[in-house]
């Protein structure tokens, strides 16, 4: 894989996505960048990014 250089676009879809709580590997198929990437620019910038997507449902719906 090429390495791409982050332009300022980037980091702000980034910054956005991860105040979102969208996970990593949506992350990265958005910016067509590996997860390792997005990893390392996210931590250089201080975010934090959801590893695992999250549960889509409620267990309370289920059970009731």
Known sequence: MLRQNWTGEDEATLRELAKQGVHLRRIALRLRRSE?????????LGLSVPKTPRASFRFDRIWS
């Open 36 to 44: 390792s990437s997005i990893k390392k620019r996210a931590s250089r």
